[in-house]
């Protein structure tokens, strides 16, 4: 029988729908297509090695087949990783540790073909699906935006379980291997094609073609030849060579190389996060001891990560997100976004030029940014072009591309092609009544159709709409700083907002890559409101004795990416200090903050934007060293005797006390149905305020600890602080009734 027929004759279980098909050319170049039925990508399931290995068998034995060429039969994606829900049901280290084994064979088979197999990648070759590529004996690719290599898993708590980082270290070298494995960062076609990792690069509609004519030339050779061939655009300086000769050709230098992967690691992760040494130790022991006790070491580590707290919590967030991506967040499916071409936004400032930069860069609508005067506007386009020329110099665009983003974005001093516009998002001062009057002064200028967006982070849409001439058109936009990186929008839907106009935030929120959760109106909304009591018990803990250092470096060593004082710096003590008066008007004595940064402003500390705040800032701390120092004179400014050294709180209830307070009132904020779910709860710490991403959020924290031994927690400081730690009811009722929030 042979390839072609036995292949695609092959039955389909309803279990396991055959997704390999072959097309055997007169030429014998086999066309193997991977094209999973019902999805909208291609992702490795557990029947891909069984009909892979079939496959491999009958190339083998086919007298007629010289070569193959391996594509997917999606049209914008080549393999996007294996399938998640099949490792997160992985019922025991060891039922996973089987699937890495049975992938380990099946790209032994491929990566020893006698007969050559190309892959031909078009869009997201990721995870299993760049392993795939690796184990091929030839790769063309496109030349495409769209197409991508590179191995995600370290950002799901695992690591590649195929053997993809030992083929690429043999590739490219460990120093490749290591900074792929430890980062998930993406691979660009042409950067594959320097490292002989790809054979060609070509536009998309020649792809078929030149991915044939690779295999034809390989199955006319012999295997040695093959893997002797020269690879075009491949760039080896004799100054790299050396490098490479010396970290890892010899015994010292490779030690040098994963000491320093390893001590860059652990200052990052803090040791929350196993996969990263994880892969160092595969990468390592291939470099010593060979491909086959790598794998065994890969094997075992990926089973252990697989059924680990860590990569469920990440898998739990990567579902939310996906699931986030398929919501309109609005209910009912009648309810469609409005269409929306063009974008007017009021502010040039950091945020402002934030925005529009997304809305123009990244969702590809026309923007018209407006401030005051000439040099306001000047520096948010300057702004905008530094984040441009930043992905310049990375390589993820080139100047002709930065040329087609920046044609979509004009400047404004006035309210010239204001009426035209289909939304218009303010990023003025957060001020009431400033964001009132710029509301009554776009409904002058205004269509009754057009949305008006406010990026606030605590006043209510419905006191900002108060007068507003149609308060169904108005909605919260709140994006966080830097807008270009952080990935939250939490879109604010008042009482009056039309489900329509919450929609279209929605959708443009997704336009720009934002991952959007919407929440209800109220003072501080959901991430602002969760953030102030977190902020408060650190300045408590501040003015019992506790250390500026103490604080910040328990609560990193926690997992949060900075301290919570920090944080007060960069947000600036001033809005800091505005917001907590808010807060607690709005929530009362449970909100309360301590004095201290009403003592701070006395002193005219802002934080960095005056370079005067916990911290040096300018040339005080440049005359201290590179390392960030904390301002001495903070202590005697808040009246505060003593050197921090003697307080007694621990570094476990520094961390418990302000991840507490953060918890508590997301359940307040639950109860009081601000946000929809635990999920989304969950999504807009992690996304939007940095909770430590390995910990799932606030709900699955809870879930965690067991609602009980929270409730024992927040009681036993009850006593100890007063009425800040009574429990949220929410608790409370779980505690009660043994329940969880995911159950």
Aim: charged share 25%; aromatic share 6%.
């Amino acid at each position: 029988m042979t390839l072609e027929s036995y292949v695609n004759a092959r039955p389909a279980s309803s279990s396991s729908p055959r997704a390999l098909s072959v097309d055997v050319r007169d030429d014998g170049i086999a066309i193997v297509t991977y094209d999973v039925p019902g999805e909208p990508v291609n992702t490795l399931k557990a029947s891909f090695a069984e009909e892979f290995d079939e496959l491999i068998t009958q190339l083998e034995i086919d007298p007629h087949v010289r070569a193959a060429v391996f594509l997917s039969g999606k049209s914008d994606s080549f393999i996007v990783g294996a399938d998640i829900d099949m490792l997160k049901g992985a019922k025991s280290a060891a039922e996973a540790e089987e699937l890495s084994r049975t992938g380990h064979r099946a790209l032994a088979r491929l990566a020893s073909s006698k007969k050559p197999v190309v892959a031909a990648v078009h869009g997201p070759a990721l995870g299993g699906g760049f392993e795939v590529v690796l184990a091929c004996q030839g790769c063309v690719l496109t030349n495409d935006r769209k197409t991508t290599l590179g191995f995600p898993e370290v950002q799901l708590g695992l690591l590649p379980g195929v053997n993809g980082l030992q083929r690429l270290a043999e590739k490219a070298g460990l120093e490749v291997a290591l900074d792929h494995g430890l980062t998930g960062k993406n691979m660009r076609p042409k950067k594959a094609l320097e490292l002989g990792i790809a054979d060609d690069l070509v536009a998309r509609p020649i792809l078929e073609q030149a991915a044939i004519e690779l295999a034809q030339s390989l199955g006319s050779r012999s295997g040695a030849q093959r893997s002797k061939r020269p690879v075009r655009g491949k760039k080896s300086s004799v100054s790299s060579e050396l490098t490479r000769a010396a970290l890892e050709m010899n015994p010292v230098g490779r030690a040098i190389l994963f000491q320093k992967a390893r001590t860059m690691t652990l200052a990052k992760t803090h040791g929350h996060y196993p996969a990263p040494l994880a892969i160092i130790e595969v990468l390592k022991t291939y470099a010593s001891r060979g491909f086959a006790a790598s794998a065994e070491v890969e094997a075992r580590a990926f089973g252990e990560l697989a059924v680990s707290p860590v990569a469920h919590r990440l898998m739990d967030l990567f579902f939310a997100q996906n699931a986030l991506k398929k919501e309109s967040g609005v209910e009912g499916a009648d309810v469609k976004p409005r269409k929306v071409q063009s974008v007017f936004v009021l502010g040039a400032g950091l945020m402002g030029s934030g925005i529009a930069y997304v809305t123009s860069a990244t969702a590809d609508l026309h923007v018209r940014m407006k401030d005051r005067d000439d040099a306001a506007v000047s520096r948010g386009l300057a702004s905008i072009t530094k984040i441009l020329d930043d992905r310049v110099k990375k390589k993820q665009l080139t100047r002709i591309e930065v040329g087609q983003k920046l044609a979509l974005l004009t400047v404004t001093t006035d309210d010239s092609g204001l009426k035209g516009t289909d939304l218009v998002i303010e990023a003025v001062f957060e001020d009431l009544a400033l964001k009132q009057q710029v509301l009554r002064d776009v409904e002058e200028h205004v269509g009754p159709d057009v949305i008006f967006a406010s990026n606030t982070s605590s006043i209510p849409i419905a006191q900002i709409a108060a007068n507003a001439r149609r308060p169904g058109q108005v909605v919260g936009m709140h994006y966080f700083s830097p807008v270009d990186k952080m990935p939250l929008l939490e879109v604010v839907r008042a009482e009056k907002t039309s489900p329509e106009v919450v929609a279209t935030a929605v959708a443009i929120g997704k336009k720009q890559g934002k991952t959007v959760i919407v929440v209800r109106d109220g003072v501080g909304f959901y991430t602002t409101r969760v953030l102030a009591p977190y902020l408060n018990e650190a300045s408590f803990l501040l003015t019992e004795g506790v250390s500026v250092e103490a604080i910040d470096r328990a609560l990193v060593d926690y997992g949060w990416p900075v301290g919570p004082l920090t944080l007060v710096d960069e947000i600036g003590m001033d809005v800091a200090a505005h917001v907590g008066r808010m807060m607690h008007e709005a929530y009362g004595e449970r909100l309360a903050p301590p004095p201290l940064i009403d003592q701070v402003l006395l002193e005219g500390r802002r934080g960095r934007k005056n370079e005067k705040g916990f911290y040096l800032y300018g040339k005080a701390a440049r005359a201290r060293g590179k390392e960030k120092r904390v301002d001495p004179t903070i202590y005697r400014g808040l009246g505060l005797d003593m050197p921090p050294s003697r307080s007694k709180v621990t570094t476990e209830d520094i961390q418990m006390r302000c991840t507490l307070q953060f918890v508590n009132e997301a359940l307040h904020a639950f109860g009081d149905r601000i946000v929809r779910s635990a999920r989304d709860g969950d999504i807009g710490a992690v996304f939007g305020l940095g909770f430590p991403p390995f910990r799932g959020g606030p709900f699955r924290l809870i879930d965690a600890m067991g609602a009980t031994d929270a409730v024992r927690r927040m009681r036993s400081y009850e006593q100890s602080f007063g009425k800040r730690w009574t429990p949220a009811p929410v608790l409370l009722e779980l505690a009660e009734q043994n329940r969880r929030f995911y159950e």
